[in-house]
């Protein structure tokens, strides 16, 4: 059985930093794609980003290019989520999301909601003005 647990939420100003978690167990798909999704109160669940491990590729939504950076470290089985210069628009639920197959080769299907089949519970990210 898979799980993801998202860990590393909070509250912080804006232009400030922080660095989600998400530890995974049951996961034994070492080239499948994961990635990160927010949601905010009315909205719909998008992309932020996603890591190809099997070609070291990442996909970044256009709104955290340049701020936010994936990674993910086999080792402790967890994907990291570096969010920096943060805006009150960031703030969302934040989720984590695993997929059983590589990233797609372009980033509008590497972070579609369908692409993905596991996911993680979410954790809260607000940030203040």
């Known amino acids: 059985q898979v799980q993801l647990l998202e860990s590393g939420g909070g509250s912080v100003q804006a232009g400030g930093s922080l660095t989600l978690s998400c530890q995974y167990s049951?996961?034994?798909?070492?080239?499948?794609?994961m990635a990160w999704f927010r949601q905010a109160p009315g909205k719909e669940r998008e992309g932020v980003t996603a890591?190809?491990?099997?070609?070291?590729?990442?996909f970044y939504a256009d709104s955290v290019k340049g701020r936010f950076t994936i990674s993910r470290d086999n080792g402790k089985n967890t994907v990291y989520l570096q969010m920096n210069s943060l805006k009150p628009e960031d703030t969302s639920v934040y989720y984590c999301?695993?997929?059983?197959?590589?990233?797609?080769?372009?980033?509008?299907?590497?972070?579609?909601?369908?692409?993905?089949?596991?996911w993680g519970q979410g954790t809260q990210v607000t940030v203040s003005s």
């Open positions: 999301a695993a997929s059983s197959a590589p990233s797609p080769p372009n980033t509008r299907l590497a972070l579609a909601r369908g692409s993905f089949r596991y």
């Open positions: 890591i190809s491990p099997g070609s070291g590729r990442t």
């Open positions: 049951g996961y034994t798909y070492t080239g499948g794609s």
